[in-house]
Structure formats: structure tokens, C-alpha cells
T-cell receptor, first 113, second 115 residues
Framework: AQSVAQPEDQVNVAEGNPLTVKCTYSVSGNPYLFWYVQYPNRGLQFLLKYITGDNLVKGSYGFEAEFNKSQTSFHLKKPSALVSDSALYFCAVRDTNDYKLSFGAGTTVTVRA | KAGVTQTPRYLIKTRGQQVTLSCSPISGHRSVSWYQQTPGQGLQFLFEYFSETQRNKGNFPGRFSGRQFSNSRSEMNVSTLELGDSALYLC??????????????FGPGTRLTVL
């Protein structure tokens, strides 16, 4: 079985400050990890993924994520948040032995000007 | 390259009716997955198809079914609609590689309202 936890329903930051969205996962095998963003009334947009290799993954729009195997975490980060980063963020995991993608509950990010 | 398209975008049905939603994947993508998104349950996996075969299915009743055609286009059907079926239904496509490392690309969704 595989699962994802996003412990924070909401994250609020000021524009220009660092942004972190937390994610922990559970899989029986090796994980494939993904971050997606959803804007109101839109589908999900892919931000970045971790498959193997470097633990720090860089993605779209200045986002990056750090894979930590010992803590089973894959936190999303952005050094300097923008108001336009305000959206709903989803972490997702797929076990390498499974075709199914499991999503976390989502974290609403609000960046205030 | 055109993205994932879903039709219709909005649908209003009454309880007991059935509905069919359509999804056209990105050209060259052979894997299509369906998800249900609701405020209370979040994003829940419905099923995944590859080469017209269902490879995985989520925990939904048999009223929810799907299929994939030889051109990779997919449809999902919900019979005997219930109020709780009101949701945003998202389709996603991806390239197929062994082990499923490819990201999924999502369509804009079909907003189903059951009255």
C-alpha cells in the first residue's frame, strides 16, 4: 500500500519570503514522487518529480524539492515566494511496483503582498 | 502539442441517470488515468488504462466503469447517479515506460453536478 501525508492544510507567507510545503510518504518499494499545482477551476499542472539520483530536484517556476529517504519526506520549496504562487499544491507518490498514483490531501498556499 | 482534452466541461444530471465522460490524451501518450476530486475526499484514483486494458482500479463501486479505445482516447461511465457523485472528474495521460516514472498531464476536468 502507498500513501501520502501533507500535514498542513494551509500555508501563509509574505511575498519574497521562503515557501515550504511539507510532504511525507509511505510505500513498500522504492518511491516515485511528484508535486503538482492546481489553480482555481483548472486541472493539475506538473511541477517536478523525483525518480532517482540527486536528492535535490529542480522544477518549474523556481520550485525545488528535497528527497529525504530516512525521513520519508519530499518537501517542496521556493526561496522567494510570489503572489502568483497562491494555489493548491499536491504531493503524489507511486510505488515502482504499481501503476496507481496516490495524492495527498493538498495544501493551500496563500502568498500575501 | 495539444494538451489533454476533456468533454464536456460541465454536466448537470439528476439522480438515477447515467453519464459518459470523454478524454483525449496527448498525442503519443498511451496511458490514461481517471480521478475524482471532491472537497471532502480530495483526489481519488478511479482507474488506469493502457493499450485498451485496465491495469489498476481504485476503490469505487461497480457503477463506475471505463474503457480505452485503440487511439488511446478514453471514456468513463457512471450509472445510476447519486448525489455524492457530484465532483470534478480529471483525466490524465502519460507516456508509458516500465515502472511508471513518467509524470501525468492533466486535463481541465469535467464538473459533474447531480441534482
Amino acid at each position: 500500500a502507498q500513501s501520502v501525508a501533507q500535514p498542513e492544510d494551509q500555508v501563509n507567507v509574505a511575498e519574497g519570503n521562503p515557501l515550504t510545503v511539507k510532504c511525507t510518504y509511505s510505500v513498500s518499494g522504492n518511491p516515485y514522487l511528484f508535486w503538482y499545482v492546481q489553480y482555481p477551476n483548472r486541472g493539475l499542472q506538473f511541477l517536478l518529480k523525483y525518480i532517482t539520483g540527486d536528492n535535490l530536484v529542480k522544477g518549474s517556476y523556481g520550485f525545488e524539492a528535497e528527497f529525504n529517504k530516512s525521513q520519508t519526506s519530499f518537501h517542496l520549496k521556493k526561496p522567494s515566494a510570489l503572489v502568483s504562487d497562491s494555489a493548491l499544491y499536491f504531493c503524489a507518490v507511486r510505488d515502482t511496483n504499481d501503476y496507481k498514483l496516490s495524492f495527498g490531501a493538498g495544501t493551500t498556499v496563500t502568498v500575501r503582498a | 502539442k495539444a494538451g489533454v482534452t476533456q468533454t464536456p466541461r460541465y454536466l448537470i444530471k439528476t439522480r438515477g441517470q447515467q453519464v459518459t465522460l470523454s478524454c483525449s490524451p496527448i498525442s503519443g501518450h498511451r496511458s490514461v488515468s481517471w480521478y475524482q476530486q471532491t472537497p471532502g475526499q480530495g483526489l481519488q484514483f478511479l482507474f488506469e488504462y493502457f493499450s485498451e486494458t485496465q491495469r489498476n482500479k481504485g476503490n469505487f463501486p461497480g457503477r463506475f466503469s471505463g474503457r480505452q479505445f485503440s487511439n488511446s482516447r478514453s471514456e468513463m461511465n457512471v450509472s445510476t447517479l447519486e448525489l455524492g457523485d457530484s465532483a470534478l472528474y480529471l483525466c490524465a495521460s502519460s507516456l508509458y515506460t516500465s515502472g511508471g516514472a513518467n509524470e501525468q498531464f492533466f486535463g481541465p476536468g469535467t464538473r459533474l453536478t447531480v441534482l
